[in-house]
């Protein structure tokens, strides 16, 4: 291709040499060139139209979408630059001469533009969902704390692919914060609701100790519950508390008030079941005659005494008294007859007690009644015979009147009765579950006890035998269920064991503390889990399982205690931050503080998060400074802003100019006041007003400057041009090539400018701009100089290199306006 341009415009380089020629002789007539055989428009763009098939570079493209042969060729070039400067220079380059690339190229410069809005959006968002995070990781407002968190994981989901892995690592860290924060806090709230759970089994078993104590103190021994239940009722009791007391710090009084209660009905109880032991020596005493007080009788009956040794607090039984009269002691006076005062304070207790039972009677409360019948009772028993005797009479009277409104209760409460049976025997037929089957037979007998029983045997067998019946599929189930507490007691034996093995093979120098406390936690929860149980066999299981216990939490215990010392040395640190200087090192220090919280091990959870706490607000102090440099760097913003206000009226005041002094001096005011700390929009606004107000500074130096060629160019015509008024860059300027023709140098001037030449020139005009062209793509770096200087070159040459008789006015005219063209 190039050995072909050289061979078909060859004679162009020659014509440069009669150039040289003519400027020292007269111009030789000039011959007319030979028409090509090849059309040089249609090989130029075919040349163009390779050269965007071989994948030119954005100096080749700039070049083709300005000086393209064709539209399309342009507009081609123009529609593959990607190069937002190049864009701009081509946007420049078009303005005014082609519409089809400008607008090519401005609409591809508004999408850049667009994308980078979007892009500048996007990381926007990032950094704010990060500062989200990360004050929500601080906040204390816990109101909709999980809810909003999770709001941020969903928009952080939509651009996290766009956020770069510092932005990815703070947000990350801030969500683990964040989540840290409500684990602690739903931790803490379990926690809570177990205390409080625990707390109120310890006070209901304590006022079931109290209730069950001041019954069985006002009552005869020989009215007391059967041994079996108050053994339960202790046995229940007992384990209802060890269960209300684990993991949780009781109050020291209220553990004395539990032994202070459970003691006695033990120590009752152990005197029941010795009364039960030696009941047939007191019968034997009871049938022996009152006249046996031999010596050997009474030491048998001291011996008996102290053998059953009952104690002082609850009412005797009427055996012992008798047995002490036989030992010819006199009967200990229980408690509630000691002195007369309490007699009288009884006397009162059972006064009041008749005048409730007279008015339920009056109301045919028949539940009501018995039980203050029973009470009243009770309260006589407890009186002497001096105080019982006022209050014998009407206590017959009124269990009279009690016996009447039983009768006639009877006859309301029969058919009453009577639908229980038939709802118990249907019930019977029943398939049901057996723990639901279970209850509702307990309801039904829960009701026919309200009802106060039957004086009618048959229609209570009746009841009974239609319970029985319907109790009997629930056997197997409860049997299976005891399977179950023997199945579970061996569950425990089992964790024990493992426990054991743990305990005993445990390297407490190297363990892994974390799973060390994973066990205990899981041992704790299995052993739980492991229920109901047998009370009775589970209470050699449950010792072991409480020293195993021990022995595992000692070592925990102590480690927790040295992590908590080292936090506590990091908390020190941390608030020692809260001063230091610089600010940007007590930052980075306090993060390497968190860094470091996070690598230690083990610690008590009510510990650890007062420690956290405090970290924190050290920690938020500490960022605190931050936010208030923030503030006074926003302040000062604020201020800058407005003491760029009246530069940017003054500058926007100015649209078009003659003066370059004063849109030079307004540019320096815009860059003093960009020198400050503007807010974002203010400096685009300033940096807008500098790139229009250089522009404009530009244009402006350009007028002059073509002004002043082009009275250079015309006062070369007229012989008035004084050449050492020149520029001293014009001499390396003009020296630099061949000397031109002046008709060329015109042509010339007239391609750069887009000037149009006349019709006789159109074929010289073709074979340099081919010639132009074959240069460009020779030219290896791909360095054009720009415009300007080439057209500033072509002057220099015209003043300084052509002979005077080689210009003419015609041409200078077509000189000067081609030069009027970068006027715009």
Request: proline share 4%; hydrophobic share 35%; glycine share 4%.
């Amino acid at each position: 291709m190039a050995a072909f341009i050289q061979k078909l415009f060859g004679k162009s380089k020659s014509t440069g040499k009669s150039g040289a020629t003519r400027g020292s002789a007269k111009p030789a007539p000039v011959k007319p060139v030979e028409t090509p055989a090849v059309d040089p428009r249609d090989e130029l763009r075919a040349t163009q139209k390779q050269q965007l098939a071989n994948a030119p570079t954005d100096t080749q493209l700039e070049q083709l979408a300005i000086e393209g042969l064709t539209a399309d060729i342009r507009a081609e070039a123009a529609g593959r630059l990607t190069d937002k400067a190049g864009l701009q220079r081509v946007q420049k380059e078009a303005k005014g001469r082609d519409k089809g690339v400008y607008q090519i190229v401005r609409q591809a410069l508004q999408q850049l533009r667009d994308e980078e809005e979007r892009a500048q959006k996007i990381r926007d968002r990032i950094q704010a969902l990060v500062t989200s995070a990360t004050e929500q990781a601080r906040s204390e407002d816990m109101k909709l704390y999980e809810a909003r968190l999770d709001t941020l994981l969903k928009q952080w989901a939509e651009v996290e692919k766009q956020a770069s892995a510092e932005q990815t690592s703070a947000f990350l860290e801030a969500v683990h914060q964040c989540r840290e924060r409500v684990n602690a806090l739903k931790a803490e709230a379990e926690d809570q609701q177990r205390q409080e759970e625990q707390q109120q089994q310890r006070a209901e078993t304590l006022a079931l100790l109290q209730t069950t104590l001041d019954e069985l103190r006002q009552q005869s021994p020989d009215q007391a519950p059967a041994i079996s239940s108050l053994d339960a009722l202790q046995k229940t009791q007992e384990n209802r508390w060890l269960e209300a007391t684990r993991d949780t710090t009781v109050d020291k009084q209220q553990q004395k008030h539990y032994e202070s209660l459970m003691q006695p009905l033990k120590l009752y109880i152990a005197a029941l079941r010795r009364l039960g032991q030696y009941r047939e020596q007191l019968a034997t005493f009871d049938s022996a005659p009152a006249s046996d007080s031999s010596s050997d009788a009474q030491t048998r009956a001291r011996e008996l005494i102290k053998a059953v040794d009952w104690p002082m607090d609850f009412a005797r039984p009427v055996q012992l008294d008798a047995l002490t009269r036989k030992a010819g002691e006199t009967p200990a006076a229980t408690p509630s007859k000691r002195d007369d005062t309490e007699q009288k304070q009884q006397a009162d207790a059972l006064k009041s007690t008749l005048a409730l039972l007279d008015e339920a009677l009056d109301a045919k409360q028949l539940k009501e009644s018995r039980q203050l019948f029973k009470q009243a009772q009770q309260q006589l028993k407890a009186l002497d015979h001096r105080h019982s005797k006022p209050f014998q009479a009407r206590i017959q009277l009124l269990g009279g009147q009690l016996r009447e409104l039983t009768d006639w209760q009877g006859f309301a409460t029969e058919p009453k009765q009577i639908a229980l049976c038939e709802q118990m025997e249907y019930l019977a037929t029943q398939p049901m579950e057996p723990e639901a089957k279970s209850e509702r037979i307990r309801e039904l007998q829960n009701e026919w006890r309200e009802l106060g029983g039957s004086s009618d045997r048959t229609l209570w067998t009746r009841f009974k035998a239609a319970s029985d019946t319907a109790y009997e599929p629930c056997k197997a189930y409860f049997a299976a269920k005891s399977g179950l507490k023997q199945a579970n007691l061996e569950t425990r034996k089992a964790i024990c064991d493992q426990l054991a093995t743990f305990v005993d093979n445990a390297d407490w120098s190297r363990i892994d503390w974390k799973s060390a406390e994973r066990i205990h936690q899981t041992a704790r929860q299995e052993w739980k889990a492991a229920w109901p149980i047998e009370f009775r066999d589970n209470r050699p299981v449950q010792k072991r399982f409480d020293e195993l216990l021990k022995q595992l939490e000692e070592p925990l215990e102590a480690e927790r205690r040295k992590n908590e010392a080292l936090k506590q040395d990091i908390v020190d640190r941390a608030h020692a931050l809260i001063t230091h200087e610089p600010l940007s090192e007590a930052m980075d220090q306090a993060k390497a503080l968190q860094t470091e919280w996070k690598q230690i091990g083990i610690t008590r959870h009510r510990e650890d998060r007062k420690l956290w706490q405090s970290l924190r607000q050290a920690c938020d102090e500490i960022f605190a400074r931050r936010d208030a440099q923030k503030s006074e760097q926003q302040q000062a913003s604020l201020d800058a802003d407005t003491n760029a206000a009246p530069v940017l009226t003054e500058c926007e005041a100015i649209q078009q100019a003659t003066d370059p002094e004063a849109v030079e001096h307004a540019l320096s005011g815009v860059r003093a006041v960009a020198a400050e700390p503007v807010s974002p929009a203010v400096r685009e606004r300033l940096n807008q007003e500098k790139r229009r107000l250089t522009q404009l500074l530009d244009n402006l130096r350009i007028r002059s400057r073509v002004q002043t060629w082009q009275s250079l160019v015309s006062g070369r015509v007229s012989g008035a041009l004084d050449q050492g008024a020149l520029p001293e860059t014009w001499a390396q300027l003009a020296s630099d090539g061949d000397v031109m023709a002046a008709d060329e140098l015109v042509i010339r001037a007239e391609i750069l400018t887009g000037t149009a030449s006349p019709e006789s020139d159109q074929g010289r005009r073709m074979q340099i701009q081919v010639q132009r062209l074959a240069d460009g793509m020779g030219n290896s770096n791909g360095d054009t100089p720009d415009i300007g200087r080439q057209l500033e070159a072509l002057v220099a040459h015209w003043c300084l290199r052509l002979p005077a008789d080689a210009v003419n006015d015609s041409l200078a005219e077509r000189l000067n306006r081609s030069l009027e063209t970068m006027l715009g």
